[in-house]
């Protein structure tokens, strides 16, 4: 295999040659990125100014083609940042006409300096808009909710929120249809107290929708739970022949887990035990399971001694 051999005078012509070809493309590239281009960019449209006495739904996608005119740097980045800015767009003329001419509001849009490079054009330029009746609708709050509590720590009662409806305004035939209205999700970890903070609703995906307000308190109480055993009566039930049955034991041992602020309040009235006689009549069970059918609120049976009753049965 042949191999040059440069002197060294010719080793630094080709070391200048490459120098000179380097600096001379990044001069280009330089200049070139520095001239002023018309470019598109994706950007969707939110919207001020909406009609309080219209409303309103947009007949076409909210995110649009925006002609811009910008340097090459920034076509360059407008095609790797991934932040999709959003151009505001006043919708005041919807309260005399059915449509808002974007290219009206050029200057406007231009003037806010929200956008890194100037508008000039918009595809759609107009945006068309159905009317309908004008609602208002009063929905319960979801809470969306993700809690990991610390261990023998859970939920003791009911989660609080204020207020527990929020009003929503919009288009009567798109309100109709919404059963309530969620919330961002609380997340939490490790809990071992009771939860207080203020959440936000759900954004409003729809330019034509408001709701009210716009963030809830939520109380989530929480406490320390432990175990309490209780002698609980058992009922029989399905017995419409009313036969004279008699069960044994008569009560069963509840063992169960209470918040402990309610641990001297909790007796056997809380619960009922039930052990159903169809069994016996239509499977011939020799003994019959005991079911627990009535619990405290956020207590757990964590075991029922015996699980099974004998009985008898005189005709």
Not at 105 to 131: A, C, R, W
Not at 281 to 305: A, G, W
């Amino acid at each position: 295999m042949a191999i040059i051999k440069l002197s060294a005078t010719e080793r630094r012509r080709v070391s200048v040659f490459f120098t000179c070809l380097l600096l001379a493309g990044s001069a280009w590239v330089l200049v070139t990125l520095s001239r002023t281009y018309n470019f598109k960019v994706r950007r969707v449209l939110t919207y001020n100014n909406t009609p309080q006495r219209r409303a309103f739904h947009s007949l076409q996608p909210d995110t649009v083609n925006v002609t811009v005119r910008g340097t090459g740097w920034q076509m360059l980045f407008s095609k790797m940042n991934a932040e999709n800015l959003p151009v505001k767009i006043d919708l005041r003329t919807l309260d005399r006409e059915d449509y808002v001419v974007l290219k009206a509001q050029i200057k406007d849009i231009n003037k806010s300096h929200e956008l890194q490079y100037e508008v000039i054009g918009f595809d759609p330029d107009t945006l068309y808009f159905d009317f309908s009746n004008r609602g208002v609708k009063r929905v319960p709050v979801r809470l969306m909710a993700a809690i990991k509590y610390q261990q023998q720590f859970a939920q003791s009662n009911h989660i609080i929120m204020r207020p527990a409806y929020v009003t929503i305004t919009g288009p009567s035939n798109l309100i109709d249809h919404i059963p309530f209205w969620k919330t961002d999700s609380l997340k939490a970890d490790d809990v071992g107290e009771t939860i207080n903070t203020r959440v936000n609703l759900e954004a409003v995906k729809e330019g034509n929708i408001s709701i009210y307000p716009k963030s809830i308190q939520v109380i989530v109480p929480v406490n320390e739970f432990t175990e309490k055993t209780i002698e609980v009566p058992v009922k029989l039930i399905n017995n419409p022949e009313y036969y004279n049955v008699k069960v044994f034991p008569l009560k069963v041992k509840v063992t169960f887990t209470t918040p402990l602020n309610n641990y001297t309040d909790i007796d056997a009235e809380y619960f009922e035990a039930q052990a159903d006689l169809d069994l016996w009549k239509k499977h011939d069970y020799k003994m019959l399971p005991v079911k627990i059918t009535k619990i405290p609120d956020f207590c757990k049976v964590v075991k029922i001694e015996p699980q099974y009753v004998d009985f008898i049965i005189k005709k």
